[in-house]
Structure formats: C-alpha cells, structure tokens
Antibody, heavy 121, light 106 residues
Framework: QLQLQESGLGLVKPSETLSLTCTVSGGSISSVGCYWGWIRHPPGKGLEWIGS???????YYNPSLKSRVTISVDTSKNQFSLKLTSVTAADTAVYYC?????????????WGQGTLVTASS | DIQMTQSPSSLSASVGDGVTITCRAS??????LNWYQQKPGIAPKLLIYAASNLQSGVPSRFSGSGSGTDFTLTINCLQPEDFATYYC?????????FGGGTKVEI
C-alpha cells in the first residue's frame, strides 16, 4: 500500500531555509501520470498549494511562492524534497506532501500525515 | 488564480441531518472540482472528484454535483464521524486553489 511520510526540522529561524523530504513507500515515485506535491496549512487559515514535481524532475510552483521555493526529486531514494528560503512567521504551517493524479494540479487522493514547521527565533 | 468561495463557513447540525455545502468558482472550471474532508490533526481526505465521482471507500451518503462555477457537496444522514471541515479544490488550472472551508459542527 502506497504511503507518504514527511520528515525534516520542525523549527526554523526567520530568514533561514525550511527543508522537508517526503518518502514514498509501497510503490515507485516514477509511476507514470503521478505528480508529487507539497501543500501547507497555516494555523487558522486555508490550504495552500506550494508546488509539485514529476519523476523526470520537471517542477511546477505556485507563483505566490515561486521566488523562494525549490522542489526536487531523488528517484533512487524514492523521495522528493521541498526547500523554502527566507522564511518568516507567515510560513508557519503544517506541511503535507501528496500525490496528484493526472496533472501537476490534479486531485490528491493520497497525503502524508503532515508535519508542523514553526518559523521562530 | 481561480478563487474558490465556500458557504457557509460553518454550520451546526445533528446526527441524522442532511447538509449541503456550496462552492463557487470565480470562473468556469467545467467539472474539475474536488471535495476533501479534514479532521483536526489529520491530513485532508479526498471524498469527491470531478464534481460528482465518489472516491473509492467513501460512504454513499456523500454526493457532489454541479458544473461551471457552482457546486454542492451533500451529506445525507450525518454520522458522528462526519463532523469535520470540508474543502473544495479546483483542478482546472494551475495553481490549484482551495475554498476557505466549511466546518460542520454538532
């Protein structure tokens, strides 16, 4: 059964870089037609799509975050990663990885459990 | 970006009630509309995709309808486990965007 698991530091200082990794288990990250994405949920606010990537390495980003975001994939480890630079308190959120179906912005039927990242000194 | 607006933002209901949540897109999105359920501390769960298709394993008391700009999620005969927050999401164009959520409370 395919599963996703986020990992990374839960506390990041303002102006530093947030780094998270999502490990795909029970299946291959190189599955045709599957895109791997990051979504965040700030406390008290709505869900926000950060971006997604195909196993080939082609990445897609939300224009609102594009200048600060890099998403990469490591097929040998069955992992994909998120880096968000110059974080501020506004980046405090639960970060989820998820699998998109059909396109890089398609429906998401599989999610990781989420990890809370707090931007604070 | 396509803006998604949900109403109401919250509602109170009882076990056994039927409820309807609406979602409006700022432009036509055909049927590229998905619904998710989220409970505190748990990742969102896909309920309905392409406006009216029930995701595998989701109880049949959940149903979706609509196309273009106006969509509804209906829950028939609310069960205790249905008290949660519901989000719509458009997958018509990038970036995918979510509604603000509807909290279904007892």
């Amino acid at each position: 059964q395919l599963q996703l698991q986020e990992s990374g530091l839960g506390l990041v200082k303002p102006s530093e870089t947030l780094s998270l990794t999502c490990t795909v288990s029970g299946g291959s990250i190189s599955s045709v037609g599957c895109y791997w994405g990051w979504i965040r949920h700030p406390p008290g606010k709505g869900l926000e799509w950060i971006g997604s990537i195909y196993y080939s390495g082609t990445a897609y980003y939300n224009p609102s975050l594009k200048s600060r975001v890099t998403i990469s994939v490591d097929t040998s480890k069955n992992q994909f990663s998120l880096k968000l630079t110059s974080v501020t308190a506004a980046d405090t959120a639960v970060y989820y990885c998820a699998r998109h179906m059909g396109s890089h912005y398609g429906r998401m039927a599989l999610w990781g459990q989420g990890t809370l990242v707090t931007a604070s000194s | 970006d396509i803006q998604m607006t949900q109403s109401p933002s919250s509602l109170s209901a009882s076990v056994g009630d039927g409820v309807t949540i609406t979602c409006r897109a700022s432009q036509s999105i055909s049927s590229y509309l998905n619904w998710y359920q989220q409970k505190p501390g748990i990742a969102p769960k896909l309920l309905i995709y392409a406006a009216s298709n029930l995701q595998s394993g989701v109880p049949s008391r959940f149903s979706g309808s609509g196309s273009g700009t106006d969509f509804t999620l209906t829950i028939n005969c609310l069960q205790p486990e249905d008290f949660a927050t519901y989000y719509c999401q458009q997958s018509y164009s990038t970036p995918p965007t979510f509604g603000g959520g509807t909290k279904v409370e007892i």
